[in-house]
């Protein structure tokens, strides 16, 4: 498998404050790989260094066996790169604004409407870009990206502002892309997008990738409770008591009481014998376990 990036102790400070504090990894050609951490943990200026945007103060990045930095005109066609801030060009429809990036790289206007298409933007093609709304706006951006096909594409949060069917849709296409062989690197800050697209993740928190891995394998090195969930109101607080028994923490928001225990067989059949198995879901760890293991605190996205 040939590596398509390679990342060497890279460190970027502001003033005080260490962007990127050390950070090395490699992404495999091919490869759907995410970087997950909350606000403000270095995932955009990573990737800024890494798409040559922005300069490192030291370390090393290896772009498709280039050099980003200084930047490097051999490396534009081969790339996508969807910014988390995307300023389009003024006064210019969206069927405009993508005929125009894909003129930019000698793309034909047909390759710039399917694009539109397949984000599902037909119908505001002659809509100025000013008047698209935020979801819309982050939806042709990734169009922008993808318009020249480039083998390898960046996005920088590229669901955070869409609805959950727009979201569901940009799975799909970021999926079939990766599919054709494309190599994807993500940032996100929802744990479930990066458990479900990713085959590796780096989760990253203040400047530093604390642990690099496939989402299975970050979750299975853990040794976490399982959650057991019932409708509330069910259960009377004899019920409670009887189910927890010693074996589980309870939580109840009103809606949904939730036992977290190691020992799911005993809340299970307890819940089983006093018939309140409305609504029941369990569920083991998740990324936000692995996230909470590593820095000792609840993540907030
Ligand atoms: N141009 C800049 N000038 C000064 N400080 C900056 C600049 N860009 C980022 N920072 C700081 O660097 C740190 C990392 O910011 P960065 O944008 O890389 O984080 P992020 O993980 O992308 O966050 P978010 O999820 O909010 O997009 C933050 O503390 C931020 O305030
Ligand atoms: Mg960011």
């Known amino acids: 498998m040939s590596v398509s990036i390679r990342v060497t102790d890279v460190r970027k400070s502001y003033g005080d404050v260490r962007a990127v504090d050390g950070v090395s990894f490699e992404v495999n050609s091919g490869e759907f790989f995410g970087i997950l951490g909350p606000n403000g943990a270095g995932k955009t200026t990573t990737l ?11 370390g090393g990045v290896e772009l498709l066996g280039e050099s980003p930095w200084p930047r490097n005109p051999k490396l534009l066609p081969r790339i996508g790169v969807q910014l988390q ?9 969206a069927r405009e604004q993508l005929h125009t990036f894909g003129s930019l790289y000698g793309v034909g206007p047909k390759r710039a409407d399917e694009m539109l298409e397949l984000v599902g933007l037909t119908e505001k093609a002659g809509t100025r870009v000013e008047k698209l709304s935020g979801g819309q706006a982050q939806r042709l951006s990734i169009a922008c990206a993808l318009v020249h096909d480039p083998e390898l594409v960046f996005l920088d949060e590229p669901t955070a502002a869409l609805d959950p069917q727009a979201r569901r849709n940009l799975w799909d296409l970021l999926r ?7 190599t994807v690197v993500l940032t996100t800050h929802y744990m479930d997008e990066a458990e479900l697209l990713c085959d590796r993740v780096a989760i990253m928190d203040h400047g530093k990738i604390l642990k690099i891995d496939t989402p299975a394998a970050l979750v299975r090195g853990l040794d976490a409770p399982t ?10 607080a004899a019920d409670v008591t009887r189910v927890a028994d010693g074996v589980a923490e309870v939580a109840d928001d009103g809606a949904i009481l939730t036992f977290t225990t190691r020992d799911p067989s005993t ?13 029941l879901q369990v569920r083991g760890a998740t990324l936000e376990d692995v996230f909470l293991e590593l820095t000792g605190r609840e993540y907030r996205a």
Do not use: P
Not at 49 to 58: A, C, F, K, P
Not at 85 to 93: D, I, K, P, S, Y
Not at 177 to 182: A, K, M, Q, W
């Open 48 to 58: 800024e260094i890494v798409e040559g945007l922005r300069q490192s103060d030291t």
């Open 267 to 279: 809340v299970l059949t307890a819940l089983a014998e006093a018939r309140v198995l409305n609504g």
């Open 227 to 236: 959650r057991i969930s019932v409708d509330s109101g069910n259960l009377s």
């Open 85 to 93: 801030g995307t300023a389009f060009f003024e006064r210019l429809t």
């Open 176 to 182: 079939a892309i990766n599919e054709t062989g494309r």
